[in-house]
């Protein structure tokens, strides 16, 4: 079992910054990967980064590369989503979620993933 809770999410302004927070519990953390996922209603869960187990490799969706780092810090059990220059197209529910599978960890499909935190709210006015 694997507990994720999210934080830092708010309103903000379009360029604005933001860094989003998942802290983690329960299996060992620095032995799986980590993704973020936003959705809006109506929409599929999108994804939105990925990171290695021990935080060398990251992967983005092509919608927030050169604007989100997805960084993580296994001494605190805890995962992160740098956002800066925020769009209002960037307005979502945004998620953590942890994969298991010890079989690489580039994957952006959401069914993918084992456990999915609470999701927080980010909200990017124009």
């Known amino acids: 079992q694997v507990q994720l809770v999210e934080s830092g999410g708010g309103l903000v302004q379009a360029g604005d910054s933001l860094r989003l927070s998942c802290a983690a519990s329960?299996?060992?953390?620095?032995?799986?990967?980590l993704g973020w996922f936003r959705q809006t209603p109506g929409k599929e869960r999108e994804f939105v980064a990925a990171i290695s187990w021990n935080g060398v490799g990251t992967y983005y969706a092509d919608s927030v590369k050169g604007r989100f780092t997805i960084s993580r810090d296994n001494a605190k059990n805890t995962v992160y989503l740098q956002m800066n220059s925020l769009k209002p197209e960037d307005t979502a529910v945004y998620y953590c979620?942890?994969?298991?599978?010890?079989?690489?960890?580039?994957?952006?499909?959401?069914?993918?993933?084992?456990?999915w935190g609470q999701g927080t709210q980010v909200t990017v006015s124009s």
């Open positions: 329960g299996r060992t953390f620095s032995r799986y990967a």
């Open positions: 979620a942890a994969d298991l599978n010890p079989a690489g960890w580039r994957r952006p499909q959401s069914n993918e993933y084992d456990y």
